[in-house]
């Protein structure tokens, strides 16, 4: 059974920054894509960033820059940098496996992590 289990949010000031972590268990990432997805209040859940088997990364435009998605495939972990956070990041953030046009592939989603941003 495929699990996975996010880390790292927590309350900041606009500005700073973050390293969310992610760990997949039940299944080898190594051939997957797998992605970064953030549910914000009162909002549907969206796609914040992916990255292929050969480490190409996908973002919305206008978090180029200050996004910075890594995989680690023989520890099957992932992680976010987020610099310059803003109020707008502020959600709770899930990992799963899944393209940027695929989206996610797993129905069920870990507990996530609650990253909140104040102005």
């Known amino acids: 059974q495929v699990h996975m289990m996010e880390s790292g949010g927590t309350s900041v000031q606009a500005g700073e920054s973050l390293n969310l972590s992610c760990t997949f268990t039940?299944?080898?990432?190594?051939?997957?894509?797998v992605g970064w997805y953030r549910q914000a209040p009162g909002k549907a859940r969206e796609t914040v960033a992916t990255?292929?088997?050969?480490?190409?990364?996908s973002f919305a435009g206008a978090d180029k820059g200050r996004l910075t998605i890594t995989r680690n495939n023989g520890a099957n972990t992932m992680n976010l940098r987020m610099g310059k956070l803003r109020p707008e990041d502020t959600g709770v953030y899930y990992c799963?496996?899944?393209?940027?046009?695929?989206?996610?592939?797993?129905?069920?989603w870990g507990p996530g992590t609650q990253v909140s941003v104040f102005p």
């Open positions: 990255i292929s088997i050969i480490h190409w990364a």
């Open positions: 039940g299944l080898d990432m190594t051939l997957e894509l």
């Open positions: 799963n496996f899944g393209g940027w046009y695929e989206g996610p592939r797993f129905p069920t």
